[in-house]
């Protein structure tokens, strides 16, 4: 409007009066143009009308959810946020350690491995990579701040350590192990300083056995030792069972020996055990012996050896591999600890001398032979590692041999009854009522019995004249048979006790004799019994008696009787005794 009213201010007169007359035209013209446009434009004048209507009432509720949205709607909104991002802390957290966990995936892989790792190489032998994977992980667990998962899996790496400490100590007490696994085992064991001080003995089983003082290379070689001698000990139980069964399977023994009455079959079977009970021993206790002076007595330094696995892997293999192993702590060499074999070798042979003192008696002279043979080849083989007990072994044959012989003539009696083996007081008793001349001579020599012969037989051929007489030509026999049988082995020691055996022996039957023929001999018997009972006497004192002497002496050792002399033992009193007084006999 003011712009209009200064336009009129600079109008002419005459424009201005014109001024009306144009703004009525122009209104005119605005009238028609407006009535045109409302004719023909009215639906769009509608519509806007509508719409302005819509819109004043789309701006009121606008404003009124506005107004709640402020009100209402964002201070929920904001408590929301903010219990939403209390809740998803500690899952942010966790997702946050397991992203972790997948970025290290393969690293904690391989260390969760290791102990599976551990005890596949255990199973499998390889232990030195054992004791690598195991010192790897001990450095790791001994780093400050180490974290539990390490912790962890040191534990079960302990546990399966300590099972290859069972392995080890297992091939210890394994039989039929030889030197190479041994060796093995016990350097294992030394790596492992299984026995070092201050560790507990008992898992080990040899509490007890040695003072707290002892090293641990003692203990290791107790160990060993103990593990070895339990192995021959059980190798060798069966065969001692056996033995036992046979000599404890009767109660009968014989008399002033307390040996038991074997049969020929029993006695055949104890040399079969005995022989194979020595070859046991010999080859255990042989194999101990060489074993312990290998591994605890020529110990040389020597660096570890490097495990094949690890030396393999290339330069590009290890920059690769996640987890890098580090090798075990190289220790010195062990101090040589002193040498239990002055207590080993007296106990390995208190496992067999015992067994063959009193078992080495038993069996049949010829079969001690070729014990003696195998005995000799074992004790000789045995002095190459310094266990030379050939002295024991001659005077424990020579004492078996003396016994064996013994009992061998201590069975053997003069006066049986023919077709009976029964040695009972009642058989003698039937057996005295009969007459010499019916059993002591054969009848075809019962008139005129052979006298003794001046001229004497060979040591080994009996004097042909004891075959008139079949009771002392089955006793000479008898006795022979054992003397042939001592021929195989005669030990020269015991010489003068078998001397005095036979001597005792002899005396006894002699006894018997004589006690037998008193009753037939004097001035008011048959002049014919008489007879054949000084015949009988006089062959069994100046023939049989002499004989067997000189067959032991002479046929068995080869020395005269001149040189044998007097030997002042019982046998040999008993012997004189009964000659002089069988010569009282003869001469009243």
């Known amino acids: 409007m ?12 005459p424009a ?24 023909t434009s009215y639906p769009t004048f509608l519509s806007l009308h509508r719409t302005t209507a819509a819109l004043t009432t789309s701006l009121s509720s606008l404003a009124s959810s506005l107004s709640d949205l402020i009100s209402t709607s964002l201070p929920a909104l904001q408590d929301a946020t903010a219990a939403w991002n209390t809740r998803t802390t500690d899952i942010l957290r966790e997702r946050s350690k397991a992203r972790l966990v997948l970025d290290h995936h393969d690293k904690i892989k391989d260390l969760l491995d290791i102990p599976i790792f551990i005890d596949s190489c255990v199973r499998n032998g390889y232990f030195q990579e054992a004791l690598a994977l195991s010192s790897h992980v001990g450095v790791m667990a001994a780093r400050p701040g180490a974290p539990p998962i390490i912790a962890s899996v040191h534990a079960e790496v302990e546990g399966a350590i300590a099972q290859m400490l069972i392995v080890l100590l297992g091939t210890l007490n394994e039989p039929g192990r030889k030197l190479p696994a041994l060796w093995k085992a016990v350097n294992f064991l030394r790596k492992m300083e ?19 003082e002892a090293s641990s290379e003692e203990l290791l070689a107790l160990a060993f030792l103990s593990g070895r001698l339990s192995c021959l000990t059980s190798a060798l139980e069966p065969i001692s069972r056996d033995i036992h069964r ?13 040996i038991p009455k074997l049969s020929d079959r029993d006695k055949e ?27 605890f007595l020529e110990q040389h330094p020597h660096p570890h050896p490097t495990s094949p696995i690890l030396a393999s892997k290339s330069p590009t293999h290890q920059r690769r591999s996640s987890v890098q192993l580090t090798s075990p702590p190289q220790h010195p060499a062990p101090t040589p600890a002193p040498s239990l074999l002055p207590f080993l070798s007296p106990h390995l042979l208190s496992q067999l001398l015992p067994l063959l003192q009193s078992t080495l008696p038993l069996p049949p002279l010829p079969f001690i032979s070729s014990i003696l043979t195998q005995l000799t080849y074992c004790a000789t083989a045995f002095t190459r590692v310094g266990l030379d007990f050939r002295g ?8 078996a041999i003396a016994s064996s012989v013994r009992q061998s003539l201590q069975e053997i009696e003069l006066l049986l009854p023919e077709n009976s083996s029964n040695k009972s007081s009642g058989k003698v008793r039937s057996f005295c009522e009969r007459k010499p001349s019916e059993w002591l001579v054969v009848s075809s020599v019962v008139d005129a019995p052979p006298a003794p012969a001046q001229v004497q037989t060979p040591p080994h051929i009996p004097p042909q004249m004891l075959a008139s007489y079949p009771p002392l030509a089955k006793y000479t026999n008898a006795v022979l048979g054992v003397l042939n049988a001592l021929r195989l ?7 003068y006790e078998l001397v005095g055996m036979i001597d005792e022996t002899l005396g006894r039957a002699g006894e018997e004799l004589m006690g037998y023929l008193k009753g037939f001999v004097g001035k008011d018997k048959e002049e014919s019994e008489v007879q054949v009972s000084r015949a009988v006497g006089e062959a069994y004192f100046q023939v049989l008696v002499p004989f067997v002497r000189r067959a032991l002496v002479e046929g068995v050792y080869g020395v005269p009787m001149s040189e044998l002399g007097e030997l002042g033992v019982d046998g040999e009193e008993r012997l004189k005794k009964v000659l002089e007084e069988w010569e009282e006999v003869i001469s009243t």
């Not at 703004?23 to 009238?31: E, G």
């Not at 046979?246 to 307390?258: F, R």
């Open 2 to 13: 003011d712009e209009y009213e200064g336009h009129l201010t600079t109008l002419s007169l």
């Open 194 to 212: 299984a026995f070092a001080p201050g560790k507990d003995k008992s898992e080990h089983g040899i509490s007890g056995l040695i003072t707290d």
């Open 16 to 39: 201005l009066l014109a001024e009306p007359g144009a703004l009525q035209t122009q209104a005119h013209h605005l009238t028609s143009s407006l009535t045109s446009l409302t004719h």
């Open 392 to 399: 024991l072994v001659g005077t424990l044959v020579s004492s």
């Open 246 to 258: 046979l000599t404890n399977s009767t109660t009968d023994e014989a008399p002033s020996l307390g």
């Open 269 to 295: 079977d104890i040399a079969r055990f005995l022989k194979k009970y020595i070859d046991v021993w010999r080859e255990g206790a042989y194999d101990i012996l060489t074993q312990y002076s290998t591994i």
């Open 489 to 495: 082995l005669a030990p020269i020691g015991i010489l």
